[in-house]
C-alpha cells in the first residue's frame, strides 16, 4: 500500500508542476505585451503558490496549487514616445517579467515534474515485480 501512497503524491506533484509550468510559459507570452491605451497597465506576471493538503483517505501529504497569484512588483519603463500606450512623458510601461528568471523557474518545475515521473515510474516496477513474485 505504501507504493500506492507514493505514486498519488508524485501524482500531486505532477499536477502542481505542471500548472506552474502552464503560468511560465504564459508569463513568457506575455513578456512584452504593453497596455492597449496611454494609462492603461501591462500584463501582471503570475506566481503560483503551493501548499500541502493531508489526504486523510490514503493518510499522505499532498502537494496542491494553493492560488495562481500576481507579482505586485514594480513595472519596467522604456522610453518610447511613439508607443501607442505611451504616457505624457513619452514612457511606455512594460510588463513584471524578467525571461531570465522565468526560464530558471521553467527548469526547476521541469527538473521536479521528472523527478515525480520517475518516482512514478519506479513504484509502477516495483508494484510489477511484487506482483510477479507472488504469482511463482
Known amino acids: 500500500m505504501d507504493l500506492y501512497k507514493s505514486m498519488a503524491v508524485s501524482a500531486s506533484g505532477l499536477k502542481a508542476q505542471g500548472t506552474r509550468l502552464k503560468v511560465i510559459a504564459e508569463n513568457l507570452a506575455n513578456a512584452n505585451t504593453t497596455a492597449e491605451t496611454p ?41 518610447d514616445p511613439s508607443h501607442p500606450s505611451a504616457d505624457a512623458e513619452g514612457y511606455v510601461l512594460l510588463p513584471n517579467v524578467n525571461s531570465l528568471v522565468e526560464a530558471m523557474d521553467m527548469r526547476e518545475a521541469q527538473r521536479s515534474y521528472e523527478a515525480n515521473l520517475s518516482a512514478i515510474d519506479t513504484a509502477r516496477q516495483m508494484l510489477t515485480r511484487t506482483i510477479d513474485i507472488l504469482r511463482t
Open 39 to 79: 494609462g492603461d497597465l501591462p500584463y501582471r506576471r503570475k506566481t503560483v503558490i503551493f501548499k500541502n493538503e493531508l489526504d486523510r483517505a490514503m493518510d499522505v501529504d499532498k502537494v496542491r496549487v494553493a492560488k495562481v497569484g500576481v507579482d505586485k512588483g514594480d513595472f519596467q519603463r522604456r522610453y
